[in-house]
């Protein structure tokens, strides 16, 4: 398939727009805008400026107004920008009317993120899974992505008579193919889930969090395996299943795609059989970047995307991972403000968040420098142990004869 979401290949350089509204203040904005060039330079794109502008509500044919996007159209003129990106989803109309006026392309955070996992996905499932994804996100911009739909079409032989569109055809071999998609990812989700089926009677873990914050080098320290790490968001998109053995008690453990804020629902939708070794595990490990100066939002983010697939209701272990990395920031005692998050040391972090997190157990870790693991294998250990006994309670007596000693 050639995919009408990606950009030339060269390195492009990019404009960021942002709206600062009631949902969100300049302070989201900022961080969201990080987010956004993080995930830029992830796709090869360079970020030579950012725009904000104060508005209650996204302007329905533009998102920023016609006099902020003159100022825009001016500067990226000016300075040779290639192309422009949007921190919300932009409307089918919204996306013309911008490319009409700025004469560049125009990307919105759902198409960035889709164009990243089109460049990440390595297996058939995974490719599936994308080309699924960005079919749907396509079907309702046709318009804008061919310029050649306009022309009418017909003669003999064309389906509906003389005088069809283009645009009308290309719907229907769209739909055509976003139907072959789904049934061919069925077919493969049958396959899965008798994989799944297959695996035994072991407890299954899965780790989550948000993109990036160390899960694949948990899962390598956990399961003594090499399992793909990289410094980049999304940077693991197929489902990897390990083995784990401590002291005499083996599970398994999976690792999968991270979250992120505004993950476009196509994605959600076509990644649910991915998603489904969240929603069947035993017992979920929800890693957490500590060292984030947002890690907070971070972990909500997480919390409501499970609530959305149905896996809110697992038992979690929360592990703050990277605290070799977490560095507090300057707080004056003389100031009369409260201390913001990232102004806690990491003591002060963990007394606030053991207090906090009811019914949810946490640890500090750091994965990279295998810090406090003798703690999380104990506690991982005596996890599993429980839920082993509670499914196989004849077993206990031969597998459980003494307490987990880490070697």
């Known amino acids: 398939m050639i995919d009408p979401l990606e950009l030339s290949g060269k390195a492009e350089r990019a404009v960021l727009i942002g709206l600062i509204n009631n949902d969100q203040d300049a302070d989201q904005v900022k961080e969201y805008l990080d987010e956004l060039e993080f995930l830029a330079t992830t796709a090869n794109i360079s970020t030579l400026k950012r725009f904000t502008q104060r508005l209650h509500k996204p302007d329905g044919r533009t998102y920023v107004g016609s006099g902020k996007l003159a100022e825009i159209k001016e500067w990226m003129t000016a300075n040779g920008a290639d192309c422009v990106i949007f921190d919300d989803e932009l409307s089918a109309a919204q996306q013309r009317n911008l490319e009409k006026v700025l004469a560049k392309p125009v990307l919105d955070r759902p198409r960035l993120i889709l164009d990243i996992f089109a460049r990440r996905a390595r297996s058939a499932h995974a490719k599936k899974q ?97 399992v793909f790490a990289e410094n980049k968001l999304f ?30 629902h196509q994605l959600i939708e076509s990644f649910k059989s991915t998603l489904d070794e969240t929603r069947e595990a035993d017992l979920l490990l929800h890693v957490v970047d500590i060292s984030h100066h947002n890690f907070e939002e971070q972990y909500e983010t997480v919390k409501q995307t499970l609530n959305e697939i149905g896996a809110g209701d697992k038992p979690v272990i929360v592990i703050f991972n990277k605290i070799d990395a977490y560095r507090p920031a300057h707080h004056d005692p003389d100031d009369l403000e409260p201390k913001r998050v990232e102004q806690y040391s990491l003591e002060e972090l963990k007394e606030t968040w053991m207090a906090r997190m009811a019914g949810e157990e946490c640890i500090f870790i750091s994965a990279v420098q295998k810090s406090n693991f003798d703690q999380l294998r104990k506690l991982l250990y005596a996890r599993v142990k429980a839920l082993h006994i509670a499914r196989y309670p004849y077993e206990s007596d031969l597998l459980f004869k003494d307490d987990y000693l880490e070697p």
């Open 235 to 264: 940077a693991t998109l197929d489902t990897t299943v390990r083995k784990v053995v401590l002291g005499n008690l083996p599970f398994l453990v999976s690792d999968t795609v991270g979250f992120i804020r505004k993950l476009p």
């Open 130 to 226: 994308v080309e699924l994804a960005q079919y749907e996100y396509m079907l309702p911009r046709l318009t804008k992505l061919w310029t050649h739909l306009e022309r009418q079409r017909g003669g003999t032989g064309t389906r509906g008579g003389a005088g069809e569109k283009e645009i009308e055809t290309d719907r229907r071999l769209v739909r055509d193919r976003i139907a072959l998609l789904k049934g061919q990812l069925k077919d493969i989700d049958r396959q899965m889930a008798t994989q799944r089926s297959n695996r035994g009677k072991l407890v299954r873990v899965a780790v989550v969090g948000y993109t990036n914050v160390g899960k694949s080098t948990l899962m390598t320290v956990l399961s003594k395996s090499e």
